[in-house]
């Protein structure tokens, strides 16, 4: 599904690298848990895989179902099937999130050169789709994430991933903000997404998301490249002893 | 939201020129010759059946103008204007009135079809039957109509035809060119015309006092709720020729009515000049609606040729707890100079403007409103959006104001503007003065751009970039437009993406 | 048609030219110096602004001049106690520099002395067709105070000019050039006892990391004219804090330009305009971000009694090149009397587009529910009204944080409210 080969990214204004050399292959089906220290890279990766404009990659390659995407431009990619779940999911004034939900929706069926989603089939998938995660539907008249609390928020990342079934999804952070509540539904939304040719790239700074999504490998992130990798296990063994012990067996 | 769809479609299909109404139509045309002076005026007059009351009226407005000067105080900049070098009239042959449908000429009426305005009664305007609004739509505070709406249609000088007149008519409703009322209903006209923009007013009102050639003129008597939208659609044809309608609506006491305006002109290389005067009086408890989707041609890439917008507009809220809303979607013109007002005389009485001003290419915009609250516990209310892209100058000037009597004065006033590339400017000048201690006025106003954050994560949905844009501005402009009636509102949000097609890159 | 036709001069304009042609032999200067005095004077002579010059749109100055004073040879004035405690002090004197204190760091001369050597001509002129004051204050400027601030002097006492009229005319200039990395406060008093004209232009160069806080505090008598202009360069990284406080003056324009001339550099204006009587007081600010990155915070209230009549008018310039300014301006009033009158025109006129630019603008009266809730706890309606203005226009003054300027500032604040309130 996805291969890293030696990334090397950068903020292109500053040319601070943040990215240094960094490999990681994520199978077909397989949910990978990426975690790291605060600092260690893990958004810029996840910006960076969908091809955010803010970061230079200097080195490196980024193969998706074999195909370098990194001349792609971020809707190029959605539409291939990478989505990415922000960690802060930006507000859009006056455009309702029905109304998004429609057009992203639309435009990616377009670009693969289906037809347009008729009303009442769209409206069909999304009563589904947002009563599956306990979302009022009152809530999609409004502004897209306009005065969202951070749950709902998130639930409305994990929504519109339901809807645009992408191939590869990236979760940025997703459980900061949520209480337990909200961390459950988050999490089944998720899990009812595994399959065998869906692959989720789950970002985390804290190992409780993964008690709910039971993750395949776990990747450990510090100062830009995957220092240890291993399964589960290897989150317990991070949330009992912290980071700092990873940190010097790879130094 | 159907229209963004629309939208996205329209800019993909069009090319380096998008304006779609530049077409010219070959029609034989009646015109006087170039230049201005009492024959000219004389001539018009005269061409117009007018009474002698009327001529009388014209000349003192002549007069009156040669002693102005131009105004300067606006952000435009235009090379002068010659007066004597334009067309004051220009009429399609044997055209001189409005007659009934079926003796309009097929190659007006095919204009009309063509800007896909419905002269025919029975069709209702373009667009409207293809989209109605999905089931989890909301279209603003507007009950979806049946989208009847009647149409004064005024080609270069003159009204070509007032549907659904008949019709109007039984419910006392008077909707007719301002040519006819002249004719037809003097003591109306001799009693309003010129009480909220005199002949004195400014250069351009007193210009086009002396020689305004035609216009709708509406009037709807007490207690009536017009029953259907009215509507004026202004087309500019001829070359060299101005343009000078003269808009007169009277709403009675408890009457309500809601027009829309409508203007589109061809592609032409030379600037021309349009300077109308819009006159609207609400008296006790009256409501009257005004909305206008300017869309003149606006000038090609490099900036040359486009419509001067010179206009003056003004609702007297002359009686007590009456009412007078604008809203403007301004997209085209290479000069936009408009200031709607409301002049808040009648004891609560309540003023509005709505604005969207787009502009791209080398156009200049300068508009915005005037508040005057004369009467005790008046409000108003102005909602500005601004959208400056290409080497656009973009100016929101607005004036609210509070008199000695006005106590309880209330406004707010809300103008964001948008800046899309680093060429253009977006500027804003508002004026508030209270001279009364009960007054409380609040203005707020913001530039940015739209954010980059804004944009990658639109664009991370799968939204290619040029959609993406389009999409976070009618979310920027939403306030606006769901002030304008549905068959409008549609419209407009399709020719701000239009307006907006080649500002990224 | 349309034939410009000059007006016929008024009298003041009259008497301006008038006294132009009798002081120019006794005013400081030759050579270039009176060419930029003959040439200033004609602009005085094409007419004094109107309401027609949109940067005079709310003052219009020729109707409001009605009359121009003969100059005074003979007034006396006399300085004033400083506004904080400790202040060296630099006194004009009815338009002449008096004798100025030692200050470490600061080299002190008198515009006389530069203007007689010519060395200050090139400060001389109006800086654009709108600038009456500069010409006015260019033609007929006999005095005033050349400040060189040294490299990393940190003044740990203020500085306080003041321009003290006793009547006549008085058209002074304060200049003052601050080097890298200086740390110092200014106070500019304007004060007097006489129906004076008073023009006073300050020119404020500040150069490169330096924090400078100035103060103008205005308090002419109400038979008095004051027509004041600051202009100020902001080099790289500088921060300059602008106080203006205007509590007197019969007619008052005070001008504020500023330029954000260094990357980084950071401008902050607080005004509190405390307007009672038949007065008319007007301050106009101009700010131009010309580089990128600059910042500026502009917050003014105002409170009107009386039959005061108060404008504030300021336009933010933010140039094509300017990205990433961050700019936002508040004008908030409290008009407190129906024959009183406030008229704001806070404009934005921005060619950059990433940019976080704002205003906001506001004009009520006291907020009823603060009143009702004060008065709900026994205080009486005119202490509340009272405590609830005073903590409007306080708001800004305990922004500053030096506690000898809030106390000095809080002190002109009560003597004002027992005078007015």
Known sequence: MLEIKNLHARVAETGVEIIRGLNLTVKDGEVAAIMGPNGSGKSTLSYVLAGREDYEVTEGEILYNGQSILEMDPAERAASGIFLAFQYPMEIPGVATMEFLKVAMNAQRKARGEDPLSIPELMKRVKHAAGELSMDLAMLKRPLNVGFSGGEKKRAEILQMKLLEPKLCVLDETDSGLDIDALKIVADGVNQLRSPDRSIVVITHYQRLLDYIVPDAVHVLYKGQVIKSGDKSLAYELEENGYAGIIEEAA | MPAVQETIEQVRKIDVDQYKYGFETEIETDKAPKGLDEDIIRFISAKKNEPEWMLEWRLGAFRRWLTLEEPNWARVEYPKIDFQDIHYYAAPKNQSGPKSLDEVDPELLKVYEKLGIPLKEQEILAGVQKEQPGEFEEAGDNVYKSGRVAVDAVFDSVSVVTTFKEELAKAGVIFCSISEAIREHPELVKKYLGTVVPTTDNFYATLNSAVFTDGSFVFVPKGVRCPMELSTYFRINEKNTGQFERTLIIAEEGAYVSYLEGCTAPQRDENQLHAAVVELIALDDAEIKYSTVQNWYPGDAQGKGGIYNFVTKRGDCRGARSKISWTQVETGSAITWKYPSCILRGDDSQGEFYSIAVSNGYQQVDSGTKMIHLGKNTKSRIISKGIAAGFSQNTYRGQVSAHRKATNARNFTNCDSLLIGDQCGAHTVPYMEAKNSTAKFEHEATTSKISDDQKFYVMQRGIPEEEAIALIVNGFVKEVIQELPMEFAVEAQKLIGISLEGSVG | ?421
């Open chain 3, 1 to 421: 048609m349309n034939v410009q036709i000059q007006p016929p001069r008024t009298p003041a304009e009259a008497a301006l030219i008038d006294a132009f042609g009798e002081r120019l032999s006794l005013l400081p200067g030759n050579g270039e110096v009176t060419l930029k005095r003959d040439a200033a004077i004609e602009a005085i002579k094409a007419g004094l602004p109107t309401r027609r010059i949109e940067a005079w749109h709310y003052t219009d100055l020729r109707r409001l001049l009605t009359a121009v004073p003969a100059f005074d040879a003979t007034a006396k004035a006399t300085p004033v106690a400083p506004l904080i405690e400790g202040s060296s002090i630099l006194a004009l004197l009815n338009g002449a520099a008096g004798k100025a204190p030692a200050i470490e760091g600061v080299t002190i001369s008198a515009v006389s002395e530069k203007l007689g050597d010519g060395t200050y001509a090139s400060a001389l002129g109006a800086q654009d067709a709108d600038d009456a004051i500069g010409a006015l204050n260019s033609a007929f400027v006999a005095d005033g105070w050349l400040l060189d601030i040294a490299d990393g002097t940190v003044l740990e006492k203020p500085i306080e000019l003041q321009n003290v009229q006793a009547g006549g005319q008085v058209h002074a200039r304060l200049a003052v050039k601050v080097g890298a990395g200086v740390t110092a406060t200014i106070v500019e008093r304007q004060t007097g006892t006489g129906a004076a004209l008073v023009s006073s232009v300050d020119n404020v160069v500040v150069g490169e990391g330096s924090n400078i806080t100035w103060l103008i505090v205005q308090e002419q008598p109400d038979t008095a004219t004051h027509l004041g202009q600051f202009n100020a360069w902001i080099g790289k990284d500088a921060k300059l804090t602008l106080f203006v406080m205007n509590t007197g003056g019969k007619l008052v324009r005070q001008e504020i330009r500023v330029v954000t001339k260094g990357q980084g550099s950071d401008f902050q204006l607080r005004g509190v305009n405390l307007l009672a009587g038949d007065t008319h007081t007007d301050v106009t600010m101009v700010l131009d971000h010309a580089v990128p990155h600059t910042g500026s915070r502009e917050i003014v209230r105002n409170v009107v009694t009386g039959r005061a009549n108060g404008v504030f008018q300021g336009r933010i310039n933010v140039h094509q090149v300017a990205q990433k300014t961050d700019a936002r301006m508040a004008c908030n009033t409290l008009l407190l009397s129906d024959e009183g009158e406030f008229s704001t025109k806070p404009e934005l006129e921005i060619f950059a587009d990433d940019v976080q630019c704002g205003h906001g603008a506001t004009v009520t009266e006291i907020d009823r529910n603060h009143l009702f809730y004060l008065m709900a706890r026994g205080i009486d309606e005119k202490t509340a009204r009272g405590l609830l203005v005073k903590a409007f226009v306080a708001e800004v003054i305990e922004e500053l944080e030096d506690e000898p300027v809030v106390d000095a500032l809080e002190a002109l604040l009560d003597n004002w409210f027992q005078a007015h309130g």
